[in-house]
């Protein structure tokens, strides 16, 4: 258990994170770090889109499993990772696009989007 615990502050402490919740296979939060309720309305709500596209991908191909399903947005980003008998839910915040690097023009410490080049 101290494992999980280590991975998920690790995940955690990255930067753009705001959030992880672990739900059990019916959708409930065991271990969250929001609110109660924000945290139920995700998990409820993502636990049947997972189970959605579970299901596509074994009809496309029966030898197939759902790994992470991972939804993009205007804001944020939405990683899910489906178990046998847990969801792993991570969101993260979108930053804006850096701007393209031309002859000089915009470095990896861009004063206007911070460091964005690794």
Known sequence: MAEVEEILERIEAHGSVSGIIVANA???PVRTTF???KAAK???LLRHLTMMARNTVRDIDPQNDLTVLRIGTKNQEIMIAPESDSLVIVLQRVYPTPPLKTAGIGSTEDKRYGKWMD
Do not use: F, Q
Request: no cysteine; net charge negative.
């Open 26 to 28: 019916e959708g409930i």
């Open 35 to 37: 609110e109660n309720s």
């Open 42 to 44: 995700y998990a409820g």
